[in-house]
């Protein structure tokens, strides 16, 4: 058994900062890549930012410059530092993670972000 738990979200004003984190928990013997994805009503999940296990990172070009994508393997946890937030990164943040193969990916049940003033 394999579990992602997401904590951080919130309500924040434009301009300001979030950080969210996922824990993975539960029969890891190993953790591949690592992502944050979000989804607003009606609109499929899109990826926000990823990150390999050597630290290599990726990002939606939406938030290119603002967020940044980091993971603590030593405690199977991954961040999303979330900067001059805007009101359009209203979403649910999703965690996402590909645990024991590269294959097998699971997901966390999501936070929720409202940036609203």
């Known amino acids: 058994q394999v579990q992602l738990v997401e904590s951080g979200g919130g309500l924040v004003q434009p301009g300001g900062s979030l950080r969210l984190s996922c824990v993975a928990s539960?029969?890891?013997?190993?953790?591949?890549?690592m992502a944050w994805y979000r989804q607003t009503p009606g609109k499929q999940r899109e990826l926000v930012a990823a990150?390999?296990?050597?630290?290599?990172?990726n990002y939606a070009d939406s938030v290119k410059g603002r967020f940044t994508i980091s993971r603590d393997n030593a405690k199977n946890t991954v961040y999303l530092q979330m900067n001059s937030l805007k009101p359009e990164d209203t979403a649910v943040y999703y965690c996402?993670?590909?645990?024991?193969?590269?294959?097998?990916?699971?997901w966390g049940q999501g936070t929720q972000v409202t940036v609203s003033s």
């Open positions: 990150i390999t296990t050597d630290g290599t990172t």
């Open positions: 539960g029969s890891i013997f190993r953790i591949y890549a």
């Open positions: 996402n993670a590909a645990i024991n193969t590269r294959y097998s990916h699971y």
